[in-house]
């Protein structure tokens, strides 16, 4: 088994059939079928199934597929930093809306600050599609909100957050400083879609006390919850950060639950195989020390 063998595994995987990977990799498609059942019989499962001409990865080929993508990609990351040492460097990042929203600007501009040569490309999307492209090495390392669903990742701490239950000012809510956890279920509730940071917090949180939560709304946008809210169409759960300006205006007021909060972390996220730069190290040290200073100011 070699490199190439695992070069060409992923491209197949990656579009779909093997001839299309042939043309990909310039290669004859016979010499991508021979690599492919060499790789099979190397491990003794099959990677593909064949049904009607069509390939479908098998669960061994997942699994190999995880480590193929790092392993590859390691391999190039090693050509490009050797081959072009002097050469302007870059960092992929990926962030979860609300860190992606409220932090993400100050972190980029501190690291240009001081590192101009290094162009930076940011995706923000929710928590679960972030991890999902730290997996495919499509993203450097990233920056969520919420738990790993994947035993290939490591995490670490960033700083402390949490939730904000708000109502618009002509909400009953209003009038209370605590209300009690039974009346949410009469509520109508505008949520972001279940895969968020934000959702799973507010979903577990409440599972625990034998709570279930149906939202009449589920939206990508912070924005459009914060409208809405606004205009007395329900009640919400958002991150503290993204709705104190609206607080300290009195476009929204903000309840709590008796004895129940809604705290969490915010984690920097990367592949266990995957190799941090100088740069990203420096990028990552920048983010900590931001937090920590933003702590010691509260």
């Known amino acids: 088994m070699t490199l190439r063998h695992l070069k060409i595994f992923v491209a197949v995987c990656e579009y779909g059939s093997i001839t299309h990977a042939a043309e990909h990799l310039f290669l004859a498609q016979p010499a991508v079928s021979v690599a492919i059942s060499e790789l099979e019989k190397y491990y003794g499962v099959p990677l593909f199934d064949r049904i009607s001409r069509k390939l479908y990865i098998t669960e061994a080929g997942k699994h190999l597929l995880e480590y193929a993508l790092h392993i590859t990609s390691l391999f190039q990351e090693m050509e490009t930093e050797i081959k072009n040492a002097d050469s302007l460097g870059s960092l992929r990042i990926g962030s979860s809306i609300t860190i992606g929203t409220h932090?993400?600007?100050?972190?980029?501009?501190?690291?240009?600050?001081?590192?101009?040569?290094?162009?930076?490309?940011?995706?923000?999307?929710?928590?679960?599609?972030?991890?999902?492209?730290?997996?495919?090495?499509?993203?450097?390392?990233?920056?969520?909100?919420?738990?790993?669903?994947?035993?290939?990742?490591?995490?670490?701490?960033?700083?402390?957050?949490?939730?904000?239950?708000?109502?618009?000012?002509?909400?009953?809510?209003?009038?209370?400083?605590?209300?009690?956890?039974?009346?949410?279920?009469?509520?109508?509730?505008?949520?972001?879609?279940?895969?968020?940071?934000?959702?799973?917090?507010?979903?577990?949180?409440?599972?625990?006390?034998?709570?279930?939560?149906?939202?009449?709304?589920?939206?990508?946008?912070?924005?459009?919850?914060?409208?809405?809210?606004?205009?007395?169409?329900?009640?919400?759960?958002?991150p503290y950060p993204l709705v104190k300006n609206y607080l300290q205006t009195q476009q929204l007021h903000r309840f709590y639950l008796e004895e129940i909060d809604f705290k969490r972390k915010f984690f920097i996220i990367y592949h266990k195989n995957k190799y941090l730069t100088k740069s990203a190290r420096s990028f990552l040290s920048i983010c900590k020390n931001y937090c920590l200073e933003q702590k010691n100011l509260l």
């Open 103 to 238: 932090f993400m600007p100050n972190f980029v501009r501190n690291f240009s600050s001081l590192f101009p040569e290094i162009k930076i490309k940011v995706i923000i999307q929710n928590s679960k599609q972030i991890e999902n492209l730290v997996l495919q090495n499509d993203l450097d390392f990233a920056l969520i909100e919420g738990v790993l669903h994947n035993k290939h990742l490591i995490s670490e701490t960033l700083m402390e957050d949490e939730l904000a239950l708000i109502c618009g000012q002509n909400h009953p809510f209003a009038q209370q400083e605590k209300v009690p956890l039974q009346e949410l279920q009469q509520q109508s509730f505008l949520l972001r879609e279940p895969e968020s940071g934000t959702r799973e917090l507010f979903d577990s949180t409440l599972l625990t006390y034998g709570v279930s939560i149906e939202p009449e709304w589920e939206s990508i946008s912070t924005t459009a919850i914060i409208q809405a809210v606004i205009q007395g169409l329900g009640i919400s759960a958002l």
